[in-house]
């Protein structure tokens, strides 16, 4: 290892009253991979934009070869030599790869397109990329893309590289491709940072291992002198104790059951895996995982939202007693046989409610079938937004309250609230308590509670693992679109469903 290429000295960061990064220490050296291993929202991705000049830090001070360096745009951080390459890759798909490269550089003069193309190939030989510069960007793969975005901040002479979540995207085999050249290039003198949460990634990869958990530097360690369980406890933490009540289920039946499920994004990757399991009524199934290992495509899947590939998804209705296929039907008859799905934060003011109406048009919205009465009626309504208002303690002038103008917390009430206005037989609520204050939250456990005394089927996605231990019967992990395991919420520890949420082969324990 080199010396020290960037060090962090107690840097922090505030969003109003959210502390993303607290009193941060962290350095990383030429010719060394750094991996950044934290929970979803511990404050990585943040960290990192501070380095690449996206945002700026609180307090503290960033070093460069030992130098004090203020990083106050993303150019900055060019003058550096410090390139991030994102998830969400930022390419022109009109452009072959070699106009992306020299895009927005001064220096070029006129585009001298055999020029480039020779720099480009130069640097795909040297770390053994391998591109076409003339392609362009929207005849490309995933992987292709990144790649395009990797030998950019190369191109421009990058000397630390912070890759985000970089394997999220690819295929397992782009996975050890991308793995080669990214020793070939610490081989090469280069600091490479990789946010991840993938232990056997960290371990099969990095040099050392920096641990952030609720935007706190927990520590550094090598990773040859590390292992999954070490980690797994620096990344979650002890486990605390909550309180939220949880009754135990009564007579629970099968309500849904879920039979090898798969299903393919347009680029090929598998977003689910062959999936199975079973949701009973009157108790609550926890969904856990890093965000974005398919719980998103589980539910609309359910819910007929998303075109599935293969497997059945059997609804025992309780009003006739048949078993009916969800996988034939339409997401409006799904709905109508009582299976509700709550999408929370991507959904705030999304599909879910209209902002410039009121509360009790929300209402409307999905309690009305068309072609009642021409004029609806809205004493009904009322009534249930009313009761919304009063059991859910949303805060809120009136009824008639245009929906945009609740805080984010409220709009969540009136979202879950909505679904359980319905009696739905499954209600399905993914992270309807993020961004909540800690009261709010606990309206909303003891709302997933009743529900579950009245006998319905409540799948919940959660962040928390501390929560999901506390309010669910049962919790299943899904990791890269595998159900990895399922362990009972009584008995569960912390680390056991940390270790599940970061492994992706399946286990064979499952029940």
Known sequence: MGNVAIELRNISKRFGSVVANKDVNLSVYNGEILSLLGENGSGKTTLMNMISGIYFPDEGQILIDGKEAVISSPKDAFDYKIGMIHQHFKLVDVFSAAENIVLGLENEGKFDINAISKKVQEISDKYGFDIDPRKKIYEMSVSEKQTVEIIKVLYRGA????????????????????????????????????????????????????????????????????????????????????????????????????????????????????????????????????????????????????????????????????????????????????VRLSFVPEDRLGMGLVGNMDIIDNMMLRSYKKGRTVFVERKAPKELANKIINDLQVVTPSASTPVRRLSGGNVQKVLVGREIAASPTVLMAAYPVRGLDINSSYTIYNLLNEQKKKGVAVIFVGEDLDVLIELCDRIMVIGSGRITGIVDGRTAKKEEIGILMTKTERSDDNE
């Open 159 to 338: 000397n630390i590289l912070i890759l985000d979540e970089p394997t999220a995207v690819l295929t397992p085999q782009e996975t050890q491709k991308l793995f080669k050249i990214l020793r070939s290039m610490r081989d090469d003198g280069k600091a490479i940072i990789i946010i991840t949460h993938k232990l056997h990634e960290v371990l099969s990869l990095s040099d050392r291992v920096a641990v952030l958990r609720k935007g706190e530097y927990i520590g550094t360690v090598n990773t040859a002198e590390t292992d999954e369980a070490q980690l797994t406890e620096m990344m979650v933490g002890q486990k605390i104790d909550l309180n939220i009540e949880r009754s135990e289920p009564e007579n629970p039946v099968d309500r849904l059951e879920v039979n090898n499920i798969s299903c393919v994004s347009r680029e090929g990757v598998k977003l689910l895996d062959d999936v199975s399991f079973t949701a009973r009524s009157g108790e609550i199934l926890g969904i856990a995982g890093i965000a974005g290992s398919g719980q998103r495509e589980l539910l609309e899947a359910i819910a007929g939202l998303q075109h599935l590939n293969d497997g059945q998804i059997l609804y025992h209705n309780p009003k006739t007693g048949d078993v009916e296929n969800l996988r034939d039907k339409t997401p409006l008859q799904i709905r109508e046989l009582g």
